[in-house]
């Protein structure tokens, strides 16, 4: 069973920075996809980034520039660099992990992130 745990969300002011982290445990051998999916109060939950088993990312047009996800295969691990944050931002932010063959979604926990205005 795979298990995802996410940590690094917090409260910050407009500008402001989060590095938020999503570290995968289970009987995984192979390198999936994954990405980082926000939800806010009263909204569909959506894909912010995205990052394939190659390495190709693809971001939801309101962080480009701002957000960078990145993975550490050797630390099981998954980034979210936030940098620039705006209150808009604020919201659950959830890691997932897509498998193929069978077709399965696998999420973290969520992580909360506020920027304060």
């Known amino acids: 069973q795979v298990q995802l745990v996410e940590s690094g969300g917090g409260l910050v002011q407009a500008g402001g920075s989060l590095r938020l982290s999503c570290v995968v445990s289970g009987n995984i051998f192979e390198i999936y996809d994954m990405g980082w999916f926000r939800q806010a109060p009263g909204k569909q939950r959506e894909p912010v980034a995205t990052?394939?088993?190659?390495?190709?990312?693809s971001y939801v047009d309101s962080v480009k520039g701002r957000f960078t996800i990145s993975r550490d295969n050797a630390k099981n691990t998954l980034y979210l660099q936030m940098n620039s944050l705006k209150p808009e931002d604020t919201s659950v932010y959830y890691c997932?992990?897509?498998?193929?063959?069978?077709?399965?979604?696998?999420w973290g926990q969520g992580t909360q992130v506020t920027v304060s205005s």
């Open positions: 990052i394939s088993s190659i390495g190709r990312t």
């Open positions: 997932n992990l897509r498998r193929y063959h069978p077709f399965f979604d696998y």
